[in-house]
């Protein structure tokens, strides 16, 4: 039985095993016309890459230094090691085109994408100002430029069409 107007989910959606079972079982208690709001990370970022990759290069110590003082456990690389009470952790993060595709796959029809913004909200970065800085011009460029590729995260609004 249908009957939902909406259904959100928000920062979830890339600890699901099987995204798509999820959003089919949204898409079959959603009421027609229904919203489904999703925000998620993006997997294939170039902040994410460029990170990956000096943290790399600095055997762990940039991620040492970002997750300082937030009470996360690191692996010896320096990845974050996810401790979940339920479910798991970034297994199933996808890029904009993979995550529009899974929506439509499932008869959702994509109303709407916000681009989230690259900063995290650390305060990692204020003790760094000249990095803090250089990622505050990085906003206002992606503000204006709108790039999948510079976006942390994704919020998207999809409709259940009417029949």
Known sequence: RADLDTFTIADDSEHLERPSRVLAEIHRV???GGT???????????????????????????????????????????????ETDAGHDHISEMNL???????????????????????????????????????????SLHQSLRRPSWAHGVCIRATKPVV
Do not use: C
């Not at 762990?60 to 300082?68: D, E």
């Not at 029809?109 to 681009?115: D, F, K, P």
């Not at 909200?121 to 250089?134: C, I, R, V």
């Open 36 to 82: 489904l709001v999703l925000s998620t990370p993006l997997r294939t970022t170039i902040f994410k890459s460029l990170a990956k990759t000096l943290n790399r290069m600095t055997a762990g110590r940039l991620y040492r230094l970002y997750y300082a003082g937030k009470s996360t456990k690191l692996d010896p690389s320096g990845h974050p090691i996810m």
């Open 97 to 139: 085109d993979e995550l529009t595709s899974a929506l439509e796959g499932q008869s959702f029809e994509v109303a709407e994408v916000e681009l989230m913004a690259v900063m995290s909200g650390s305060a990692w970065f204020d003790d760094h100002l000249m990095m803090l800085a250089g990622l505050l011009v990085l906003e």
């Open 30 to 32: 959603l009421r027609p």
